[in-house]
């Protein structure tokens, strides 16, 4: 599925911290039609029970097609740890760690994992919501 562009992997990171995660990852489609199609759910939004899911796999998908796009060159990971703390997305760029939460609902209030920011100083830590995600899409980096 990944050879042919259906999927593609996000692996973890880890670098320091015993709990830490190392040799896990997460799949994403490249169109959420496809991923509707696999699951059998076409209902409307507002009836969904997976729209975290959803949201969180259609802006890990047109990140990476943008990133690709603009040939902006980074890593990509997630972050999760035994104790199931997780961080959705971190992009590394010259060495530099930049942390994201997707949430659909704006209005919900996010930490992040403070293990993960004291451990690893990341130089930017951003919630992605309904509105200010295409700001992000569309990011020159």
């Known amino acids: 599925l990944e050879k042919n562009f259906i999927v593609f992997t ?3 990171f880890a670098r320091n911290l015993r709990n830490e995660l190392q ?15 696999v699951i059998n759910n076409f209902s409307p939004l507002d009836l969904r029970t997976d729209v975290g899911s959803l949201w969180e796999n259609y802006l890990m998908s047109e990140r990476k097609k943008m990133l690709n796009e603009r040939a902006i060159p980074c890593n990509s990971y997630f972050w999760r740890t035994t104790s199931q703390t997780e961080i959705d997305y971190i992009e ?6 930049s942390a994201f939460e997707f949430k659909f609902n704006e209005n919900r209030k996010v930490k992040f994992a403070l293990s993960f920011v004291e451990t690893y100083l990341p130089e930017e830590t951003k919630i992605i919501h309904k509105s200010n995600f295409w700001d992000w899409l569309s990011t020159e980096e």
């Open 92 to 97: 590394e760029t010259n060495g530099k760690l």
């Open 10 to 12: 996000l692996p973890s």
């Open 23 to 37: 040799r896990s990852k997460k799949i994403y489609f490249y169109d959420n039609g496809i991923r509707n199609s």
